[in-house]
């Protein structure tokens, strides 16, 4: 994951806010990145999905 693109997220995918409307549902993402540190890699350690259209994805981030 590439913290530039999650820092311009409404330039690179401007229909985030049909998917998150209010951005207290994206912003926790920054804080775990911020956390993390610059050289951090995501890992996808759950994913579910509920009434087709709500993902329950879970992500570690580590440090390099």
Do not use: C
């Amino acid at each position: 994951m590439k913290y530039e693109d999650v820092k311009q997220f409404e330039e690179k995918a401007p229909n985030t806010k049909m998917a998150h409307p209010h951005p207290d549902h994206f912003h926790p993402l920054h804080v775990a990145l911020g956390a993390a540190g610059a050289g951090a890699k995501a890992e996808l350690i759950h994913h579910s999905w509920t009434h087709q259209t709500m993902s329950y994805a879970s992500y570690r981030f580590k440090s390099t």
